[in-house]
């Protein structure tokens, strides 16, 4: 009996500390433990990425570890995918502080976490074999690969039914990687993600794919962030505006999407700026 | 005074209800969830569709997977059963081969190794009509119905070898031939012990259908994470996934009941009402099944008794036995013909390997960056192989800590111990180890508060999904001590923990170690499952590898497929010599 009340105090004790080292803001946190968390995929290339030498890259990567110098806090990323990026920033304490991880700032997204100022402009487009496929409407009737965990698969469904295809065939791959897989060996005649992804993708064998058809949809990057903290939202956008005015930001996304990258991607939108 | 009242109904059953009282007090009332839940979502259209439709499309590719798949593993675990009794030894070795891979390499492993690997094999032809075909779901299918089968070609040879060799040499000199004995004699004998564990094998198909979701088919376990992911009502979703999961456990484990009922050798007083429902659910089978044997009977020839035949039937009979040992002879040298094709194409196979690869890699598929890894990662970044071990070392010496416990309080006749075991062994039982991953991973740390990396949520998954399976285990051990130890121990004046401690467990424990053995290969493999949640196992390291690579697919999944295997092989032969050790009556009964 006394083993038991003894058990029983001590869970009690733990689950009130716990809850007491957990309390208060995200901005809070990592202000006073000095380590921000930041979740990155590591199966996005060229976003976040393991490459060659076993090392995690990539534009979200470079970008996390900037805004980490910037607030002077050591930098601690953490793998997310695309089922676990919302949830890790949702669940309390947040398993991390922010995520970047070519997530679509969309509105439903917006009522479970919040969201940075767009830090990235991309659009949904479809890959398919050279030659393969002329324009969109020869997509209707064709199998079609997505990833699980995006609106890609829904975006997909819309446009190849609004082509003609009363039953659109899209299977929800894992990841990007599995995605491509299946376009290489043939079980699909197109995948369809975000743009940058798609580049990423084919520049694995340069000059077998290529892009078809219009962008069916638009994906500005956000970063993700736990539900109202004014005070580190605030903090994040500020960081993401100091970047692209002195340039850093270009610095960064030149190394990954500049013309002799092996994703080339021009920049045609700004950041939204404030005075 | 207080034992006394410990054994009354009324105490034990107010306690439960005081237990579940507190519970739903506590999370009623003081905890704080800090989620909004909106189980709306599951029954109405969404912005992105209706997610519990999508969810019932799941349920239904669920059950077609598991079906097929269990007709599959039936027919190939039958033909490759009695290929392991086969006399002929080239046929004998293609069976062992075949049951021992399949069995001791993780299905993960397998359905990628299917799914990636295969179809580079391929002529281009072939492979594009199988693309045309739905080839996520008949590789899930097929891969699944493969691995089953392996489990069940064991049951139904030790199902086979079951049959007491006297009952054979009696049946055969009371005049029986071979046909007959194997019909009236062996098969309803091995088939009482057959039935059961095939039962529970058919029960882990379907839970193990779950793996389909890593190739891409959208059953069960994929449509909530799709729910999840589109909603974000990831609570919700998950617990629709698990209801769904226990009923159809339930509903395969109610049938179970009726056939072992239907099974059950009872005596003429008192027909217990299960079996009498089993009688009217089963007829029709039983009525077919008596339909075939009055035909095999009428078709059936009485033996010939060669003395007394006219010389030309005498003839006719010496060239029907040669023609048809001619047959057989052809038949096996057809058989030799195409093993020896297969370890050729296997050999040349393997010799067109890129072997620079794999040793460039083994050593990530080890240990992965150990010890070069960056501060955040487990282990300094340990991964690969030896990660793998120490989370299967890890997950079952806690697991079987639980499954001490809660097997013993299995066995209590206290109800308000037993019911909340029971409840623990059976939820976690009709659930996929891929749905306990989740939970653990998403809903612990926010319930508790508490925050686990990747490596530690699998981990701990993993001990409370085999803590269910060794507590039955544990049980299973303690029930088969007679009764009469546990009287003789309390009349010489032993307590109940006293019993158990120096009486039950010392005996019991003994007789579990094959299972122990056995439960440890198994949670060896699962550790593949961690995989899902990005925990860098040797899976993990080998799909990270691959993906990088990506021209090396054979090379890379056939060496984590051949790391596995040793490993597990290993530990199967130890079990196995434990398991000869501990009973010394084991004769092979060949077919």
């Known amino acids: 009996m006394k083993f038991l009340k003894v058990g029983a105090m001590a869970a009690a004790f733990c689950i009130a500390t716990a809850t007491m080292a957990f309390a208060g803001p995200t901005y809070d946190r990592v202000m006073g433990d000095k380590v921000v968390k930041a979740g990155i995929s590591n199966k996005g290339k060229p976003f976040g990425f393991i490459d060659a030498n076993n090392e995690w890259v990539g534009f979200d990567m470079d970008m996390a570890k900037e805004i980490a110098k910037r607030l002077g806090v050591k930098f601690e990323p953490v793998v997310v995918n695309n089922k676990t990026r919302i949830s890790f920033v949702q669940t309390n304490p947040p398993k991390v502080d922010m995520v970047l991880s070519n997530m679509t700032h969309k509105r439903v997204r917006d009522e479970k976490i919040d969201f940075s100022i767009t830090y990235f402009f991309d659009g949904q487009k479809f890959l398919a074999k050279k030659g393969a496929i002329a324009s969109g409407k020869d997509l209707a009737g064709k199998k079609v690969g997505s990833m699980q965990g995006t609106t890609s698969i829904v975006n997909a469904k819309a446009y190849l039914k609004k082509m003609g295809d009363s039953n659109p065939k899209v299977t929800g791959y894992q990841n990007e990687v599995e995605m491509f897989e299946a376009l290489r060996s043939g079980r699909v005649q197109a995948i369809s993600t975000d743009s940058t992804l798609l580049i990423a993708l084919a520049a694995k064998e340069p000059g077998k794919y290529e892009l078809v058809g219009e962008f069916i949809s638009d994906e500005p990057y956000g970063i993700g962030l736990p539900q109202d903290d004014s005070a580190w939202r605030d903090i994040i956008n500020f960081t993401v505006q100091d970047m692209w005015k002195d340039g850093t930001y270009m610095e960064i996304y030149n190394k990954w999407f500049g013309p002799d990258t092996e994703t080339p991607f021009p920049m045609t939108e700004k950041i939204e700026m404030w005075p | ?591």
């Not at chain 2, 990636?116 to 739905?134: C, I, Q, R, W, Y």
Request: glycine share 6%; hydrophobic share 55%; charged share 15%.
């Open chain 2, 1 to 591: 005074m207080f034992k006394h009242y410990m054994n009354k109904t009324w105490v034990q059953n107010l306690l439960l209800a005081l237990m579940l009282g507190l519970i739903a007090y506590y999370f009623g009332f003081v905890f704080h969830f800090d989620y909004e839940f909106n189980w709306s979502v599951l029954y109405t259209e969404t912005e992105y569709g209706h997610m519990g439709q999508m969810l019932l499309n799941g349920l239904n590719l669920t059950v077609s997977i598991s079906l097929y798949s269990a007709v599959l593993a039936l027919g190939l675990g039958t033909l490759f059963g009695l290929a392991r009794l086969s006399n002929f030894k080239p046929v004998y070795a293609f069976a062992t081969a075949y049951v021992e891979f399949f069995r001791n390499t993780p299905l993960l492993v397998q359905l990628f190794f299917w799914n990636f690997a295969l179809p580079a094999g391929l002529p281009e032809e072939v492979k594009m009509k199988l693309f045309e075909l739905d080839f996520e779901f008949w590789v899930a299918t097929l891969g699944l119905g493969i691995y089953t089968s392996s489990f069940m070609a064991e049951i139904i040879r030790a199902g086979i070898q079951s049959v007491p060799k006297g009952l054979l040499e009696a049946s055969y000199s009371s005049g029986l031939t071979f046909n007959q004995s194997l019909r009236k004699i062996i098969l309803p004998l091995a088939f009482r012990e057959i039935i059961p564990p095939l039962g529970s094998e058919f029960l882990n198909n379907m839970k193990n259908s779950s793996l389909a979701m890593t190739v891409g088919v959208a059953e069960v376990c994929w449509s909530a994470q799709e729910v999840e992911a589109l909603t974000y009502s990831g609570f919700e979703a998950t617990a629709a996934a698990t209801v769904i999961y226990l009923s159809l456990s339930l509903i395969i484990a109610t049938f179970l009941n009726l056939v072992n009922a239907r099974l059950k050798i009872i005596g003429n007083d008192g027909v217990p009402i299960i079996r009498r429902i089993a009688d009217v659910v089963f007829f029709p089978f039983v009525k077919i099944s008596q339909l075939l044997s009055d035909l095999f009977w009428h078709l059936g020839r009485a033996p010939v008794d060669t003395r007394t035949l006219s010389p030309g039937a005498a003839a006719w009979l010496k060239i029907r036995t040669n023609s048809w040992a001619a047959i057989v002879l052809a038949a096996k040298v057809l058989f030799v013909a195409f093993l020896v094709g297969i370890v050729y194409q296997t050999f040349k196979g393997l010799a067109s390997f890129n072997y620079q690869v794999i040793w460039d890699n083994i050593r990530a598929l080890l240990i992965w960056r150990f010890p070069h890894g960056g501060s955040t990662e487990v282990f300094m970044g340990l991964g690969g192989l030896s990660m793998s071990i120490i989370m299967a070392v890890i997950s079952i010496s806690l697991s079987f800590l639980i499954g001490l416990v809660v097997g013993v309080g299995r066995t209590s006749e206290n109800r308000a111990i037993k019911v909340p075991c029971m409840f623990y062994i059976e939820l976690i039982r009709g659930n996929p180890l891929i749905m306990v991953i989740f939970w653990v991973y998403f809903f612990l740390p926010p319930i508790l508060k508490i925050q686990l990396d990747v490596f530690w949520s699998a981990t701990l998954a993993m001990t409370i999904f085999f803590g269910a399976y060794i507590a039955e285990i544990v049980r299973g051990g303690i029930e088969n001590i007679p009764k009469g130890q546990v009287e003789a121990a309390i009349s010489t004046g032993l307590g109940y923990f006293q019993t158990m401690r120096k009486i039950i467990l010392p005996q019991a424990l003994k007789q579990m170690l094959p299972a122990l053995v056995g439960m440890f290969i198994a949670a060896f493999k699962d550790t593949s499952l961690a995989y899902i949640i990005g925990v860098m196992e040797l899976t993990t390291a080998a799909y990270s590898i691959n993906n990088r690579l990506m021209l090396y697919p054979f090379e890379i999944y056939t060496t984590i497929a051949v790391f596995y295997f040793i490993c597990c092989y290993l530990m199967s032969l130890y079990a196995r010599r434990l398991e000869r050790k501990l009973s010394p009556e084991n004769v092979r009964l060949a077919m």
